[in-house]
């Protein structure tokens, strides 16, 4: 099939590769433009940009479609099926009309949970133990189409936001692959969204990052795998007479009990009930490392307080 891509980060890269190894004719890629980053703040172009460049897919990166000009362009391209992976802009009506098909969007969530923008990391953030990877006709609202095809993946108890999104990233390519081919023999079906069972995932602030100790055991654990590895949960505590900032990364939910953020033993943390330990940190302006590596620099940290 002709098929428009349009996708913005890593996360997307696998689906695109997918498509183009199926066989089917990618007419064009969009993606967000490049921004200034590094010290010389030279532009820096997308991860799809930078693949469907090396595949030698024409690239087009419009701020948005406000101007009907990239709207007559997208048109113009005769598109049978467009497929959305993480893009990173609103498709206004006359977008979603314009191929023969529609627009055919991945989205990491067993939906209707988690329409949104952060539907995996809010997932591992509240706890769920399973989610899935989700192929859904788009229309205006937000996440609200109809669903063509779902494959379910699920959470393990100690499984960090990155790694569902690595294994969301694997699974939802393939996935989309099959809903291409289905949709070339006119075999996709499409099932509404239920009325019931909705929530929404807002994207993850910087406030949001710092752990609260008073909370129980299972709601920070959760909360330090949901933000690892990006943005990083973290807390403060004194080390050498002054305050240095250290991310969390990864925990298991540990024995114990005290007042929260005090140092039970090695790096096992006691909340509001319970306690969390922390295998993997990451201090300031230093690289990730384990909790006996820290604390070899850190020394012993028992009856501290952290927060």
Known sequence: MKVVFMGTPDFAVPTLTEIVMRGHEVIACYTRAPKPAGRGQSERRSPVHLAAEEFGIPVFTPKNFRDPADVATFAALGAEVAVVVAYGLLLPPAILEAPEKGCLNLHGSLLPRWRGAAPIQRAVMAGDTRTAASVMKMEEGLDTGPVGLVEEIPIGPDMTAGELHDEMMRRGADLMGRALAALERDGLDFTPQPETGITYAKKIEKVEARIDFSRPAAEVHNHIRGLSPFPGAWFEIELGGKPVRVKALRSTLAQGQGAP???????????????????????????????????????DLTGKTVG
């Open 261 to 299: 953020g005090t140092v039970l033993s090695g790096l096992a943390i006691a909340c509001g009930t319970g306690a969390v330990r922390l295998a993997q940190v990451q201090r300031e302006g230093k690289g990730a490392m384990d909790a006996e590596a820290f604390l070899r620099g850190a020394g």
